[in-house]
């Protein structure tokens, strides 16, 4: 993580991430993240995608699809298939954020 805090939720397991953490998401799992930095200040990270999909391109399709931060299932449903992806709902929001006592961290993982 480059700044900020997220939470993370890969395959039902939420954990944290903080600046200078690392965080992985195998292929095929179930995986989300939300900024939940306490700042104005947004958070980043560092995203590595090892295949040959264009997450450039991705990504900001799926910007467009979210672009009041809100889609419908079938606008979301046409838009991974086209990737070939299944996008799995709903996305984290900051109404999702568990009790800081439930979270993890990535050093804790087995």
């Known amino acids: ?3 900020g805090r997220y939470l993370f939720e890969v395959d ?15 292929g095929g799992s179930a995986h989300a993240f939300v900024n939940v930095n306490v700042t104005d200040t947004p958070a980043r990270q560092f995203i590595q995608i ?3 999909l ?6 900001l399709g799926l910007g467009d699809v979210m672009r009041d931060g809100k889609a419908d299932q079938d606008a979301l ?6 990737w070939h992806v299944e996008l799995l709902g ?5 109404n999702t954020v568990p009790a800081s006592a439930e979270w993890g961290h990535p050093d804790d993982q087995p």
């Open 90 to 94: 709903p996305p984290l929001t900051m």
């Open 12 to 26: 039902g397991r939420r954990f944290t991430a903080d600046v200078g953490d690392a965080a992985a998401a195998p």
């Open 50 to 52: 090892l295949s040959r």
């Open 54 to 59: 264009d997450a450039t391109t991705l990504f």
């Open 77 to 82: 449903n046409a838009f991974g298939k086209r």
């Open 1 to 3: 993580m480059l700044d």
